[in-house]
């Protein structure tokens, strides 16, 4: 009879470093909401800093003491990081990131906003304009990417569909064939990334990068042929109209931005829903994950991975589309050169703050939005920052975001690589 000797080993376990993610956030908040207890509350004049639910100074009013608002919310931006530095609420750590950045901002506006007054409903208001080609492109960039498909030609689509909206919107004397026609023209240039990229195997990014000076061609060349040399035949498109819900529109603040307001808003919030959905509960989107994240394995079980990721990249082009047409039938009424200005890179990045998902893709353009109306207004009132600076703000909010906030963002592993069935 034998006897078997089993050794016990022990697992050494690496001790995890001090020097967390969350530490990292929690010292950079601690940072921030020092300078904003110190220097801005030194800086704010002792006034009423009033925030008002009208267009005006008069009528209904939040108010606080500039100096006193900018300490007190430099001061809970200070206990936000400090909850985060000590290793606590790991679970709320969002959260905790979230209100570390609103009280810093608040407190900047006590400052800022310190004897005069900062209409709430107009900042909304222009928050989420501003905010509206954005969330449609990062869906967009949603759409393409869960499936594993990079999508950097937004700005591309931006543009075929802004050109495409005037032209025909002007044309045909309707802002419908005028948004129609804006789907279709974010279409194409998705049609062209999806053959090239899934069928010719071609470098992703490559052909973004080539299609976005395509498309900034193309239109280029035809509004100096056309548009310049006849406007009123061919880039006086109709305004799209707004349209007001009674009851709902008289609702403080949000009322008028939800409920008084153009169809691409409604659309923009309704794909949010829609997209988040179909991506979570759905046999598609379910689908669609697995195709982005393992496609072999996806093939396997008998799902058209090629045939997926052109459905997707080409519905995520219809929606950049309808992005584009604001340029041109809700915020302009007309189409010029190189009109997005990178507003479709911007969409990339919200794309990747907001973790590839369709309501973290929200938030992060109603943030670069919220920085981007910010400027215009401390422009208005003649803040003493450099207006060099205040316009750069969603160009550097960006770069922010992007470079330093994502932290452990993951793209779906198959994300930006060619499928090639074996």
Not at 58 to 81: D, H, K, M, P, R
Request: aromatic share 8%.
């Amino acid at each position: 009879m034998s006897t078997a000797t089993v050794e016990e080993t022990s697992v050494v376990v690496a001790p995890e470093p001090f020097w967390t993610r969350q530490r990292r956030l929690g010292l950079t908040l601690v940072l921030i909401g020092l300078l904003a207890a110190v220097l801005f509350g030194a800086l704010a004049p002792s006034e009423q800093a009033r925030f008002t639910l009208s267009d005006d100074a008069e009528g209904a009013a939040l108010s606080i003491n500039g100096q006193l608002g900018a300490v007190l919310f430099g001061i809970l931006t200070i206990v936000a990081g400090g909850v985060l530095l000590a290793g606590l609420a790991k679970r709320r750590q969002t959260a905790l990131l979230g209100l570390g950045i609103l009280t810093f901002v608040l407190s900047f506006l006590c400052w800022q906003v310190a004897g005069k007054f900062m209409p709430l409903v107009d900042t909304t208001s222009g928050t989420m304009q501003l905010a509206l080609p954005l969330i449609l492109g990062a869906l967009a960039g949603v759409l393409g990417e869960r499936s594993g498909v990079v999508n950097v030609a937004i700005e591309g689509q931006f543009l075929m569909g802004a050109f495409a909206g005037a032209l025909v919107g002007t044309m045909a004397t309707s802002v419908w064939a005028g948004l129609i026609s804006a789907a279709v023209g974010g279409l194409i240039i998705a049609a062209i990334l999806a053959v090239l990229s899934i069928r010719y195997l071609v470098d992703q990014t490559v052909v973004g990068i080539v299609l976005n000076l395509f498309a900034l061609g193309v239109t280029g060349f035809l509004y100096e042929r056309l548009m310049q040399n006849d406007a009123s035949a061919y880039n006086e498109p109709p305004r799209l109209p707004e349209w007001r819900i009674p009851g709902l529109a008289d609702i403080p603040v949000l009322g008028p931005v939800l409920f008084d307001t153009n169809l691409l808003v409604w659309v923009a919030l309704l794909l949010v829903v829609a997209i988040h959905f179909g991506l979570t509960r759905t046999r598609w989107g379910l689908r669609t994950r697995a195709v982005g994240e393992h496609p072999t394995a996806a093939d396997t079980v008998g799902i058209r991975v090629r045939g997926l990721r052109y459905l997707n990249v080409l519905m995520g082009g219809l929606v950049a589309g309808i992005g584009g047409a604001y340029f041109t039938l809700v915020a302009t009424g007309s189409f010029t050169k190189n009109m997005t200005a990178g507003a479709g890179f911007i969409a990339l990045a919200a794309l990747i703050f907001g973790r590839y998902t369709p309501f973290g893709a929200l938030g992060a353009a109603l943030f670069f939005g919220f920085a981007q109306k910010l400027a215009t207004y401390l422009s208005a009132v003649g803040s003493p920052v450099p207006s060099q600076f205040l316009n750069m703000l969603p160009y550097l909010a960006t770069i922010i975001a992007v470079a330093g906030l994502v932290g452990r963002v993951r793209a779906p592993a198959a994300d930006g690589l060619p499928y090639v069935k074996s």
